[in-house]
DNA sequence: GCCGTTTTCGGCCCGACTGTTTTCAGTCG
């Protein structure tokens, strides 16, 4: 079993307890263990052999030898055990938005319900509401959300396609003259790569005003629930947006209480303690004693009542930030300012929708010093790719656009070069070496058994051509899995050939991910952030990729766009 | 089930909203 795999079941062992009625804490230390393990980015097995499960914050004795059964066995007797209590097929109903373990398990016991269908035809009977605590609103309620479960599934979304949104409604609800102050928070503002709600927060003088206007918004496909100070909508999506509209006086308090994670929240409250304080979204107050509370009107208030140093966004997660702010170790991360290249591109040459030059004015217009244009090679046929000929009569091309573009900016020439399914490269060495900059992916056969996968890349991180290895597990989120590659072993080869990795800042990709990046760091290896743009409009994508490399910790050094293009060529140079 | 500068026991965050109650349980974040 993998990382993923085992994550799920101990969610799933969670959801089981949860209805059995067992310890919250008990359930609670197995939904961590979930979450914790899907951020582990080394092999739990090769933790497993080293004996080091335990060094896993939130992983015990007992944790750890479950996590070996699984990785022995691929099964785990503990979960068997309680399917035969509770059908598996129960876990669906959970999913239903409004329904908890509670209800799920009093379906279960007076009427017998296992299955989504069973559910929704004992709702439209009219059987649900002859249960306690049941009425006519409830049973509505149910079938709206069951219906939205099965259009939407769980309604997880890109970041990609939540900011936009957010910023949106955040824009339009700054516009009214009662707002005093408006941020995102939640996920959104952590730029984790999926999105389960959008969180918003609104400081006004008239909240009512502001709430009727937010469910009134021509977004909204329904209102879910609307108080005075806190309302959702769900959007045609199935994607919810939480407003709240709350004081000013204490705005540090409420945005670092509703940015999260929830994680890192509890560790914040746990120093809190330890100072005779306790923290909640609206102060900082004394527990004993009657000390008048603290009010933080920004977060920085709130971190230095705690004295740590201010912790942004992307780093609250509970991975460490907490210690590392602690021994006054945070990282300076890299910021979308350090960028001066962008190394992966397409143009109409393969599958992109602008020209050489158009991409080069727009990277310029953004800031940049130069870019690398790296359109498909030929085997990559569905995207129009570059034979060795083609490829020559684009260096021409390329030069030509130089000249246009002037003194100030570099236009740089290379090659997304396909490794094909046998680990062969569509281009020898000698048309390689012609190349400023070259580039190897691979973009098919990536369901290979995980040894014959890894090869293919190595093979290519040994070839002395090439620099830099995109997208490397080639995963799209939430429509595909990344390839089975064994990154440890990428990661060092990467380290001993001085090859880059990209962390490809589309929306959809954000590969290598957060986690991915924060291990390669370890090792030393060498990050390129780049935005893969097929159009210029895209080549704005940067920002997600900062984010995802401040997820993982990076500062400038470790990103190689952040080098002049002289250092770039000495380091090419060098290799 | 985890964890420890209150360390091997006893904590482990807590407030808003809803629907069903007649004072509160369930769910969510």
Known sequence: MNNRE???????????LEIRGDNIHRILSYRRAGETIRDVSQDLSELHEAGQLTSISGIGKTLAEKIAEMLETGRLEFYERLVVEIPESILDLMRVEGLGAKRVKLFYDKLGITTLDGLQEAAE???????????????????????????????????????????????????????????IAGSVRRRKETIGDIDLLVA?????????????????????????????????NGVGVDLRVLPSENWGTLLSYFTGSQAHNVRLR?????????????????????????LCETEEAVYTALDLPYVVPTLREDRGEIEAALEG?????VQLTDMRSDLHMHTTWSDGKASILEMAQTAQANGLQYIV????????????????SRLRQQAEAIREANEVIGPDFEIWHGTEMEIRADGTLDFPDEVLAELDFVIAAVHTALKQPREKITERILGAIRNPHVDMIAH???????????????????????????????LNANPHRLDLQDTHVRRALEIGVRIAINTDAHHPDQLSFTHFGIATAQRGWATASHIVNSWLPSEMRTFLMSK
């Not at 085992?6 to 089981?16: D, H, M, P, R």
């Not at 005779?276 to 004394?286: K, P, R, T």
């Open 373 to 388: 244009i790296t359109d498909h090679s030929y085997s990559l046929g569905i995207a129009n790719g570059l034979d060795a």
């Open 270 to 294: 746990e120093l809190a303690k330890k100072k005779g304080l306790s923290l909640n979204e609206y102060d900082l107050s004394a527990v004993s004693g009657n000390a008048p509370p603290i």
């Open 472 to 502: 490397p597990t080639g995963r799209l989120i939430g429509r595909r899995d990344g390839a089975d590659v064994d990154l440890e072993a990428i990661f060092a080869a990467a380290v001993d050939h001085k090859t880059i990795l990209e």
């Open 125 to 183: 009977n009219g059987r649900l509401r002859e249960l306690p605590k049941m009425g006519a609103k409830s049973e509505a309620k149910i079938l709206k959300a069951i219906e939205s479960l099965k259009k939407h599934g769980d309604g997880r979304v890109l970041l990609g396609t939540a900011l936009p949104i957010a910023e949106t409604i955040l824009a339009e609800l700054r516009q009214l003259p009662v707002v005093t102050r408006a941020d």
């Open 329 to 333: 170790r945070l990282p300076q991360l």
């Open 204 to 236: 006004a003088s008239d909240a009512e005003v502001v709430m009727d206007h937010f469910c009134g918004l021509e977004l909204a496909a329904d209102v879910a629930l609307r108080g005075p100070t806190k309302s959702r909508i769900v959007l045609d």
């Open 6 to 16: 085992i994550a799920e079941l101990f969610e799933k062992v969670a959801y089981l």
